[in-house]
């Protein structure tokens, strides 16, 4: 669910926080994590935002017991074809992050050297 989604995000802004400050030298931790929860948030906003309009677009009456079957069809749509879509384009944008466990180890040994070199 959402909680495992939250939990991978995590885990690889802390290897884009090292990453970054393997190039850098900077530690930047919180500014990483205050756009990171900034868009989580103003996704939850647009998510609301667009639930109550899809609802008055497809005809769904709140106050009625028994739906329209356009609005049912609505419904449907709006529950399957928004996650499919969204996974889909979550698919394309992280096909552009490479930073597998491999390549993490790598940046965490790299970050171990530069730390011990300027400890001396």
Known sequence: GIGSLFTLMMSMTADVCDLDELKTGKRREGIFGAIYWWMVKFGFAIAGLLSGVIMSIIGF?????????????????????????????????????????????????QLAEVKLKNKK
């Open 61 to 109: 009456t709140p106050d009625t017991a028994v739906q329209t079957e356009s609005a049912m069809t609505g419904l449907r749509l709006f529950y399957s074809g928004f996650p499919i879509l969204g996974t889909i384009v979550a698919i394309i944008v992280m096909r552009k992050y490479d930073i597998t466990e491999k390549r993490a180890n790598e940046i965490s040994a």
